[in-house]
């Protein structure tokens, strides 16, 4: 992780229509009802992220028509081939069913004629309908269908919610990682995961979880295998964050080059995202959570508009500018103390 090495895992070719609807109705909370059949296309796969409204292809233009995505039938298909005689409607909705298409979904509560659901039947193409409107509808779907084909990769460290900004807490193997992340659990943060971090591109962001296996535990050398959430509660722990800031961990070695002003951003690329990463030497006494906090905070600022190196550097322009200017080099520090009376 730290040299950005770390490989992308294989995406998925393809998912099931099956498993779609029923992901649909378990995890979006989405009344999708099936118009046909269903044992004619258990087997029936998607293997795009992307959705299409095939208008143009009722239309009759065919040339560009992307049948092998989802293919969503909203108000203005549905009343396009309404507006049709019968034998113009079967002449357009053939248009779609000459191609192996997926699956189709009628949205906004729409219907078709049993004559066309039979079109469809023949054809061996799956068709739904939802009360859902489109436009919300096809939000839902693409949100979900662009997890399923998302690019993943594994890391190790520690992944941390703290005050809301998304920490990966990295470095070699021993150095401290799950016990700057249980220090951070006891001053109230939360954990994502340890050890094994799952991230998940979407959308342009990186979204950290846990495997199975490792949820809300922890492995603390010397002591073993942890339970956060039996110790700390549900406050202590969540399945997914954003990954917003890679806190890198290592020995302090006296060439090592550190950055002192914070002007100079360093960044670590993870599946093509640049994630601005901090480099932090180990060195006795220093405080790794309470800096794992300020850096959370220091990145709200900078999130909201305020770079505090920047703003720290302008004083100093400033202030060499006016001493030019003036020409008084023997001026004090502080020109006038009013004694310790806060």
């Known amino acids: 992780m730290a040299n950005g090495k770390n490989e992308p895992i294989p995406r998925k070719n393809e998912i099931k229509v099956s498993y779609l609807v ?40 065919i040339e560009l028509f992307t049948y092998q995505r989802v293919q969503v039938l909203g108000n203005t298909e549905c009343q396009y081939l309404a507006y049709l005689s019968r034998e113009k409607q079967q002449e357009a909705f053939a248009n779609l069913t000459q191609f192996d298409i997926p699956v189709i979904f009628l949205t906004d509560a729409n219907s078709l004629p049993d004559y066309l659901l039979e079109m469809a039947k023949s054809a061996g193409i799956p068709l739904f309908k939802t009360p859902l409107e489109s436009t919300h509808f096809m939000f839902r779907m693409r949100d979900f269908l662009e997890d399923q084909f998302a690019l993943q990769t594994m890391v190790h460290g520690s992944m941390m919610d703290v005050y809301g900004i998304g920490i990966l807490v990295t470095g070699k193997s021993g150095i401290g990682k799950s016990e700057v992340a249980l220090d951070l659990i006891e001053r109230g943060h939360r954990l994502v995961a340890d050890d094994v971090v799952m991230l998940t591109k979407k959308s342009n962001v990186l979204m950290a979880t846990p495997t199975k296996m490792n949820k809300h535990f922890m492995e603390i050398r010397g002591l073993g295998i942890i339970d956060i959430m039996s110790m700390f509660g549900i406050r202590a722990i969540r399945y997914q964050k954003r990954l917003e800031v890679i806190l890198e961990l290592s020995l302090w070695q006296e060439s090592q080059e550190i950055e002192r002003t914070g002007l100079n951003h360093d960044f670590s690329s993870v599946l093509g995202l ?69």
Not at 36 to 60: F, K, M, N, Q, V
Not at 312 to 331: C, G, L, M, P, Y
């Open 22 to 61: 029923e992901k649909l109705q378990d995890r979006l909370n989405i009344d999708v009802k099936p118009c046909l059949d269903e044992s004619r296309w258990e087997d029936r796969t998607i293997t795009e992220a992307e959705l299409h409204r095939p208008g143009l292809a009722l239309a009759g233009y």
């Open 274 to 342: 640049d994630i601005p990463r901090i480099k932090l030497p180990i060195t006795p006494g220093k405080n790794i959570t309470v800096i794992a906090e300020v850096i959370a905070m220091n990145y709200l600022l900078r999130h909201y508009g305020y770079d505090p190196a920047k703003a720290f550097q302008d004083k100093v322009k400033k202030h060499i500018a006016r001493n030019r200017e003036h020409k008084d080099f023997s001026k004090r520090a502080i020109e006038y103390f009013e004694g310790d009376i806060e």
